[in-house]
């Protein structure tokens, strides 16, 4: 049997690997099952959370599967730094009824994880925040399986190209949750989606995915002009019914009162972008450097505010174009974003029926 490819999509359409709860076996299932391919997010889950969840979406369709990991990156934590943020956290704690969260380093289960995406092989595999090594990449393309490099510069593009990946997925700046970027200590990514893709479509002769900001099928169209062979989307599908979006968050995405997104590390200690909130305007410029770290200290607050409902006090991952997503069976939002027209309307691929 040859190795499925990012070509042997039958609808360009990828739903992104959202930690957190909203990438469920059923919404992985039901976009692989309506032609594009959909990813379960293996990071911040346990090795044996991220096997049964793939052994449920194999249940679910006989479609093509993706597994993403985050790849294990210790980075220097300032101790001072990290003490006094948890003393600025502190308050939110005493008003959430909860104990801070200690804060470590963890590899997230990573050899675990590569075990058991080795052994129930889905057909792609992608990384985030890094590299795997020549070694441990080796090994999971010699199970059959197709690697993807979660990419934002074309220096990092030219990397994962030697080293040896399949394929590529380039992350523009307006991209909601984390920033693929493989440095914690940096930056967030700035330069535009449209030239990521130009300069890597131009230097790395690998398939590319174009990723952040993507709406709507005009988007898609766009990035397919431009040399990509998929679009891939996370927002889009945040409404989606058979995502596990937390209720809290489901409605913030839809909510008048917020406005905007916004770039900040208050919530894990790495750059990521979610609807502006309280929590940022008081923290963002108190938050330090530090993942997983400062995602275990601030966790149980994080936790306790979306339990109570209160949008104010907990991340809410969204790309710059969230007023875009639409509540609607996934099937519906992957015809809209190839097709065009609204969701829910029935529309589904050619020879598939909308529920399927």
Same mark, same amino acid.
């Given at each position: 049997?040859?190795?499925?490819?990012?070509?042997?999509?039958?609808?360009?359409?990828?739903?992104?690997?959202?930690?957190?709860?909203?990438?469920?076996?059923? $919404? #992985? %299932?039901?976009?692989?099952? +309506? /032609? *594009?391919?959909? !990813?379960?997010?293996? &990071? =911040?889950?346990? @090795?044996?959370?991220?096997?049964?969840?793939?052994?449920?979406?194999?249940?679910?369709?006989?479609?093509?599967?993706?597994?993403?990991?985050?790849?294990?990156?210790?980075?220097?934590?300032?101790?001072?730094?990290?003490?006094?943020?948890?003393?600025?956290?502190?308050?939110?704690?005493?008003?959430?009824?909860?104990?801070?969260?200690?804060?470590?380093?963890?590899?997230?289960?990573?050899?675990?994880?590569?075990?058991?995406?080795?052994?129930?092989?889905?057909?792609?595999?992608?990384?985030?925040?890094?590299?795997?090594?020549?070694?441990?990449?080796?090994?999971?393309?010699?199970?059959?399986?197709?690697?993807?490099?979660?990419?934002?510069?074309?220096?990092?593009?030219?990397?994962?190209?030697?080293?040896?990946?399949?394929? $590529? #997925? %380039?992350?523009?700046?307006? +991209? /909601? *949750?984390?920033? !693929?970027?493989?440095? &914690? =200590?940096?930056? @967030?990514?700035?330069?535009?989606?449209?030239?990521?893709?130009?300069?890597?479509?131009?230097?790395?002769?690998?398939?590319?995915?174009?990723?952040?900001?993507?709406?709507?099928?005009?988007?898609?169209?766009?990035?397919?002009?431009?040399?990509?062979?998929?679009?891939?989307?996370?927002?889009?599908?945040?409404?989606?019914?058979?995502?596990?979006?937390?209720?809290?968050?489901?409605?913030?995405?839809?909510?008048?009162?917020?406005?905007?997104?916004?770039?900040?590390?208050?919530?894990?200690?790495?750059?990521?972008?979610?609807?502006?909130?309280?929590?940022?305007?008081?923290?963002?410029?108190?938050?330090?450097?530090?993942?997983?770290?400062?995602?275990?200290?601030?966790?149980?607050?994080?936790?306790?505010?979306?339990?109570?409902?209160?949008?104010?006090?907990?991340?809410?991952?969204?790309?710059?174009?969230?007023?875009?997503?639409?509540?609607?069976?996934?099937?519906?939002?992957?015809?809209?974003?190839?097709?065009?027209?609204?969701?829910?309307?029935?529309?589904?691929?050619?020879?598939?029926?909308?529920?399927?």
């Amino acid at each position: 049997m040859s190795r499925f490819t990012v070509h042997d999509l039958r609808l360009p359409v990828i739903a992104a690997p959202m930690a957190g709860g909203p990438s469920t076996p059923e $919404l #992985v %299932a039901a976009v692989s099952n +309506a /032609g *594009g391919l959909g !990813f379960l997010a293996g &990071g =911040l889950v346990t @090795a044996q959370t991220l096997a049964d969840s793939l052994a449920a979406a194999r249940a679910l369709t006989s479609g093509p599967l993706g597994v993403n990991l985050f790849l294990p990156q210790p980075v220097p934590v300032n101790t001072a730094e990290l003490n006094a943020y948890a003393a600025a956290l502190a308050t939110e704690a005493e008003h959430y009824g909860v104990a801070l969260g200690e804060p470590r380093y963890s590899d997230d289960d990573w050899d675990a994880k590569l075990d058991v995406v080795h052994e129930l092989k889905p057909e792609l595999a992608s990384f985030t925040f890094g590299l795997p090594s020549a070694v441990e990449l080796a090994r999971i393309k010699g199970a059959g399986i197709t690697v993807v490099a979660g990419v934002t510069s074309l220096e990092e593009a030219s990397a994962a190209t030697d080293r040896g990946f399949d394929a $590529l #997925v %380039a992350q523009g700046p307006k +991209a /909601g *949750g984390h920033s !693929f970027i493989f440095d &914690g =200590l940096a930056p @967030a990514p700035t330069q535009p989606l449209n030239e990521l893709l130009a300069s890597i479509t131009d230097r790395c002769h690998l398939p590319v995915i174009a990723a952040g900001g993507l709406a709507t099928a005009a988007d898609l169209d766009c990035a397919l002009q431009a040399g990509a062979v998929a679009g891939q989307f996370g927002t889009a599908f945040l409404l989606a019914d058979e995502a596990g979006t937390k209720a809290v968050h489901r409605a913030a995405l839809t909510d008048p009162a917020f406005a905007e997104t916004s770039v900040t590390r208050a919530f894990t200690g790495r750059y990521a972008r979610g609807l502006r909130n309280r929590f940022i305007d008081e923290h963002d410029h108190q938050a330090v450097a530090g993942f997983p770290n400062v995602f275990y200290l601030a966790g149980p607050v994080l936790a306790a505010a979306a339990t109570s409902g209160d949008p104010q006090g907990t991340s809410l991952w969204a790309g710059t174009e969230f007023r875009q997503a639409s509540a609607a069976p996934a099937a519906d939002i992957v015809s809209e974003l190839v097709h065009g027209g609204s969701p829910g309307l029935g529309s589904a691929p050619q020879g598939q029926s909308a529920g399927s």
